[in-house]
């Protein structure tokens, strides 16, 4: 099992930056990729960006050139930073750990809201 806690979301104005956390614990040598995904009112949840154990990352063509996404493997914790926000952006991020036996695990979701 893993356990993913998020943190860092928050309210901020268009053209604004957040960093999002998300730690990870229990069975983290199971994990191999980390990501964020979100999901705005209305809409399915989508991928933001992923980033395996050796640092490969991929990126929703949105984000690109905006979001950075890092990992410190010693600290089993991946980030996002997110910089010149947009409204579209608002949304409920979530922490993803994918493992290499193909196993999920979800965050609770933090909350990312940009005010025009």
């Known amino acids: 099992q893993v356990q993913l806690v998020e943190s860092g979301g928050g309210l901020v104005q268009a053209g604004g930056s957040l960093r999002l956390s998300c730690a990870a614990s229990g069975s983290i040598f199971s994990i191999n990729a980390m990501g964020w995904y979100r999901q705005a009112p209305g809409k399915q949840r989508e991928l933001v960006a992923t980033?395996?154990?050796?640092?490969?990352?991929n990126y929703q063509d949105s984000v690109k050139g905006r979001f950075t996404i890092a990992r410190d493997n010693a600290k089993n914790t991946v980030y996002l930073q997110m910089n010149s926000l947009k409204p579209e952006d608002t949304a409920v991020y979530y922490c993803?750990?994918?493992?290499?036996?193909?196993?999920?695990?979800w965050g609770k979701g933090t909350l990312v809201t940009v005010s025009s």
């Open positions: 993803n750990a994918a493992t290499y036996g193909k196993e999920d695990y």
């Open positions: 980033i395996t154990r050796r640092g490969s990352t």
